[in-house]
Each structure stands twice: as structure tokens, then as C-alpha cells.
């Protein structure tokens, strides 16, 4: 059964209209498309259920100070859990070089708070809930 990561790496993968691609290229993309379609076309019914009561949006972060000797950048990551299902998540290397621990943590903390407040805002204006107030 294909998995949905394994429908948006197929989709992601696939030669893109600027690029040069040969004929064996084009039969790949082709099945790949079919597949991503049979897929959709046969999981149309499923869908997520977050239980019937209070909507609950969970915010995890955390920072790791210079990694690497040769890369002077943090590396930074949060996940988002809605009703204990994980529903956004993020790691990369901060852009912005930390001079201590406690600098990458705040740098950390604040992408997970733009990130909180983007989900909040969404949850608003999709009518889930009428409001929500965390996190």
C-alpha cells in the first residue's frame, strides 16, 4: 500500500516541466502519476479523526548548539501534535549564527512560536473550532 510520503516523494521526484527528460523519464512520470491516482482514487474515504472533544494543539522545540566544528550553525526543530497526532514538524540549521546555548534555544523558541501562531490562525479560519486557545 503506498503510504502518503511515499505519494508526495514520488510527486517530488518526478522530472519537472524545465528539465530535460528522455523517453524512459517520461514512462516513469507517467506510472508514477497513475499510481499516485489509484491511490487517491482509492483512499477517498479515509480521513483523520481527532476524537470528539476539546481540540488540543501540542508545541514541542529544542536547539542544538554548533553541531559541528566545521559549521558554526545551531541546528534547531519543533514538532505539533493536534489531539496527540503529529501534524507539523521542522529540523534545519538555524540561519543565524548563535554565540551560546541559551541563544540558540530563544532562536529555536521563536520559529516554534511563528509556527504556533500560523496553526492557530489556520484552525480559526478553517471553522474547526470556533476558538482555540493554546498554545
Given at each position: 500500500m503506498?503510504?502518503?510520503?511515499?505519494?508526495?516523494s514520488?510527486?517530488?521526484?518526478?522530472?519537472?516541466?524545465m528539465s530535460?527528460?528522455?523517453?524512459?523519464d517520461?514512462?516513469?512520470?507517467?506510472?508514477?502519476?497513475e499510481?499516485?491516482?489509484?491511490?487517491?482514487?482509492?483512499?477517498?474515504?479515509?480521513?483523520?479523526i481527532?476524537?470528539g472533544?476539546?481540540?488540543i494543539?501540542?508545541?514541542?522545540?529544542?536547539?542544538?548548539?554548533?553541531?559541528?566544528?566545521?559549521?558554526?550553525?545551531?541546528?534547531?526543530?519543533?514538532?505539533?501534535?493536534?489531539n496527540?497526532?503529529?501534524?507539523?514538524?521542522?529540523?534545519?540549521?538555524?540561519?543565524?549564527?548563535?554565540?551560546?546555548?541559551?541563544?540558540?534555544?530563544?532562536?529555536?523558541?521563536?520559529e516554534?512560536?511563528?509556527?504556533?501562531?500560523?496553526?492557530k490562525?489556520?484552525?480559526?479560519?478553517?471553522?474547526?473550532?470556533?476558538?482555540?486557545?493554546?498554545?
Amino acid at each position: 500500500m503506498l503510504q502518503p510520503y511515499d505519494a508526495f516523494s514520488m510527486l517530488s521526484s518526478a522530472p519537472g516541466p524545465m528539465s530535460p527528460t528522455l523517453e524512459r523519464d517520461k514512462q516513469i512520470s507517467v506510472m508514477r502519476r497513475e499510481t499516485i491516482l489509484k491511490y487517491l482514487k482509492r483512499t477517498k474515504d479515509i480521513f483523520l479523526i481527532y476524537g470528539g472533544g476539546e481540540l488540543i494543539l501540542e508545541g514541542y522545540r529544542d536547539a542544538s548548539f554548533q553541531l559541528n566544528d566545521d559549521d558554526a550553525k545551531s541546528q534547531s526543530g519543533f514538532v505539533f501534535k493536534l489531539n496527540g497526532g503529529v501534524v507539523a514538524w521542522k529540523s534545519s540549521k538555524q540561519a543565524t549564527t548563535a554565540d551560546s546555548t541559551t541563544e540558540a534555544e530563544y532562536i529555536a523558541a521563536s520559529e516554534a512560536a511563528k509556527e504556533a501562531v500560523w496553526m492557530k490562525n489556520y484552525i480559526q479560519e478553517m471553522r474547526v473550532v470556533s476558538s482555540i486557545v493554546g498554545p
